[in-house]
């Protein structure tokens, strides 16, 4: 989480420790290890998004609970 700056891998956004998801780059049946260079850390959205079966819908549903974020905190 310090190595990358309290930063998700995938889109940058700033992450509070507790918040942070912790995922290995590489998994352990194609060859990586629980090495710190093989460790990416997301926030919870990526990570939802990267775990999904169907990753596609999973940032639609996302990117439609953000815009419904903007609306009611505006």
């Known amino acids: 989480w310090i190595r990358d700056k309290n930063k998700c891998n995938r889109c940058g956004t700033k992450v509070k420790l507790v918040d942070a998801q912790a995922l290995l ?3 352990m049946k194609n060859g ?3 090495n710190l260079e093989n460790i990416v850390i997301l926030c919870s959205d990526c990570s ?3 775990k999904s079966s169907n990753i596609e819908r ?3 549903d996302l990117l439609i609970l953000d815009n419904l974020m903007r609306r009611v905190t505006n």
């Open 25 to 27: 780059a590489k998994q």
């Open 32 to 34: 990586g290890g629980f």
């Open 48 to 50: 939802r998004i990267l």
């Open 58 to 60: 999973t940032s639609k």
